[in-house]
């Protein structure tokens, strides 16, 4: 089953992309299937040209993940300005726009084009979560979550943001010094990760019953493309309830509580 640009509009719609919104999109458009181009334009100038012209970005904003996760721990220098991105080619056509701006994290960085892709992707902490970070201004700003064919569980990092903020036991602040291309050359400049702690032998569920408790109290909007679907949620919300779930149980974002409490004195 083939889809179209006008499917492309129609299923954005739906899922409430409209003028003047601040959209997160994460895709993968395999599942999407074959699409059928309208004059010169390919599957992906469709799926970006829609976005940009349904959010208007003299008003709106788009921002995608835009990070190179391989670079870390080697020395091979992060260039904001040249380093493709990892995160799917949605985000690498983002990315090389006309004015976008990117963060300086080298392995997870954002990038945005718009009215405010300044203020989401401009100077601010040096960890991926937190305080001051590109996810936290999206939560604030409630902007709204776009998944491309696959399902919000599996491609929200918001949950991690909240892992942060709640003080989770089994992650830990980790610095890495990696070489950045400046204004005045290269530098090597500190950079943080909230990572896993390998000797609590974690097992993630996949956000299954971050999820689940979610749904309870919203609907998940969705819509059919192709051959697959896409999905979408408000950022803000899914962070409150998300919060809810950790007052509930710390650990639930793990299958289980860990046996091997490495973090305990």
Request: glycine share 6%; aromatic share 10%.
């Amino acid at each position: 089953m083939r889809y179209s640009k006008k499917d492309i509009c129609s299923a954005y719609t739906k899922l409430g992309v409209t003028h003047g919104k601040t959209v997160l999109l994460k895709s993968d458009i395999r599942p999407l299937g074959l699409y059928t181009p309208a004059e010169k334009e390919t599957v992906v100038q469709a799926h970006i040209s829609v976005l940009c012209d349904l959010i208007d970005l003299s008003e709106g904003t788009l921002v995608v993940n835009a990070g190179s996760p391989s670079l870390c721990n080697t020395n091979t220098p992060y260039d904001p300005a040249h380093t493709p991105c990892e995160m799917g080619v949605l985000s690498e056509q983002v990315r090389t726009l006309p004015g976008a701006v990117r963060t300086q994290h080298p392995f997870y960085s954002y990038a945005a084009v718009g009215k405010n892709a300044d203020f989401f992707c401009g100077p601010g902490a040096r960890g991926v979560f937190g305080l001051n970070t590109p996810k936290q201004r999206l939560i604030d700003a409630n902007a709204l979550f776009v998944s491309v064919g696959l399902h919000p569980r599996l491609t929200s990092a918001v949950v991690h943001q909240v892992e942060l903020m709640m003080g989770v036991p089994y992650r830990y602040t980790k610095e890495f010094l990696h070489p950045i291309v400046t204004e005045t050359g290269i530098e090597n400049q500190p950079f943080y990760l909230h990572v896993l702690r390998r000797e609590c032998s974690i097992q993630r569920d996949l956000n299954a019953k971050i999820f689940a408790y979610y749904e309870q109290e919203h609907a998940l909007a969705s819509a059919t493309l192709g051959m697959g679907n896409v999905y979408s949620l408000s950022m803000g919300t899914y962070y409150a309830t998300t919060q809810k779930a950790f007052l509930d149980d710390l650990f639930v974002w793990l299958k289980e509580e860990p046996q091997k409490k490495s973090y305990r004195i």
